[in-house]
């Protein structure tokens, strides 16, 4: 079957590091998506992997190893702002190339 | 002006009531899909369609249909609604022509069935 696993909730702290841990077993891979959600609004894009290792952009950076289904979300330097869902998906490369997604990491950033 | 529009932002309707949502897209996308999300479960997927002529059940379909109107309107009815279809609903678009294909997503219908 398909599954992905993401903690449901973390805290931290304004200004310190948090990780964000998804694993996944999904029919075929085609690259693994990070997006992020604020409560009531719509998911928006943040980081897409398809080859294992990092990718950095600013604050954020998402880690993909296939061979272990695992990935995760790095936040830096954390602000107020980051306090959301973080969504992991995983685009399969059968049945139409269609994105599973995890149920949501909510992460609450306190000062 | 928003890429990716949903009307309406919030419906309150009976049991036994048909209604329809509606998507708009400016990106030019081929690609549509109808999500909803529920507390604890994520986005899961109800229809979606890869151009005009194609439309696909996703893992939830049951108690929904779907027109494609055109490349860019994507449109979400609930026959006979029921109390268990209230969640936020929200259309998507993707480009046929990225290897990524991220998803871009409307700013969601909130539904709730009485």
């Known amino acids: 079957g398909q599954n992905i696993d993401q903690p449901t909730e973390m805290t931290a702290t304004e200004g310190a590091i948090v990780q964000i841990n998804c694993t996944y077993q999904?029919?075929?891979?085609?690259?693994l998506f990070w997006y992020q959600q604020h409560a009531g609004e719509a998911p928006t894009f943040l980081s897409y992997?398809?080859?294992?290792g990092l990718e950095e952009k600013g604050r954020f950076s998402s880690f993909l190893s296939r061979s272990k289904g695992y990935s995760y979300l790095l936040l830096k330097e954390l602000q107020m702002k980051d306090s959301a869902s973080y969504l992991c998906?995983?685009?399969?490369?059968?049945?139409?190339?269609?994105?599973?997604f995890g149920a949501g990491t909510r992460l609450f950033v306190k000062a | 002006d928003a890429d990716v529009t949903q009307t309406p932002r919030n419906r309150i309707t009976k049991t036994g009531k048909r209604i329809m949502l509606e998507c708009s897209q400016t990106?030019?996308?081929?690609?549509m899909y109808w999500y909803r999300q529920d507390p604890g479960l994520g986005l899961r997927l109800i229809y979606y369609?890869?151009?005009?002529?194609?439309?696909n059940k996703g893992e939830i379909s049951d108690g929904y249909s779907v027109s494609r109107q055109a490349q860019a309107k994507f449109s979400l009815s609930l026959e006979s609604a029921i109390p268990n279809q209230t969640a936020l609903y929200f259309c998507?678009?993707?480009?046929?022509?990225?290897?990524?294909?991220?998803?871009?997503f409307g700013p969601g219908t909130r539904l709730l069935v009485l």
């Open positions: 369609s890869f151009d005009v002529k194609d439309i």
């Open positions: 990106k030019g996308h081929d690609r």
């Open positions: 992997n398809v080859l294992d």
């Open positions: 999904t029919s075929g891979f085609n690259g």
């Open positions: 998507a678009t993707s480009d046929l022509g990225t290897s990524q294909e991220t998803q871009y």
């Open positions: 998906a995983v685009r399969g490369n059968t049945g139409g190339f269609k994105t599973i």
